[in-house]
């Protein structure tokens, strides 16, 4: 992950690991993208570089939007609802 040139993406259900967020907060200049079931305790270790571009699993409210596309889980894990898949791409479009 360190040695990537363009683009980093990753996906973790429980938490980044404390050795890849090391390499997160360094200062990179490209974008790398997370996509996260929750914060988990070490998000600001990486979350104040721009470069690093977090989405974080959550239910939509009760506004009109979520009126009209109600969601649903699937209680598949009681401590996983939104992201269980694990995966990382590297310099994917090269």
């Known amino acids: ?7 980093i ?9 404390p050795l890849l967020a090391e ?12 996509l996260l079931e929750r914060r988990g305790k070490n998000y600001n ?9 977090i989405a974080v699993g959550s239910k939509l409210g009760e506004e009109a939007l979520y009126r009209w596309t109600r969601e649903v889980l699937t209680n598949f894990n009681f401590h996983v609802k939104y ?10 479009l090269t």
Do not use: E, W
């Open 45 to 53: 270790v990486f979350s104040t570089d721009p470069d690093v571009q």
């Open 83 to 92: 992201i269980h898949t694990k995966f990382m791409l590297i310099d994917p």
């Open 23 to 34: 390499v997160l907060k360094k200062d990179k200049d490209y974008l790398r993208y997370l």
């Open 9 to 17: 993406c990753l996906t973790a259900a429980f938490g980044v690991n």
């Open 1 to 7: 992950m360190d040695s990537a040139k363009q683009t």
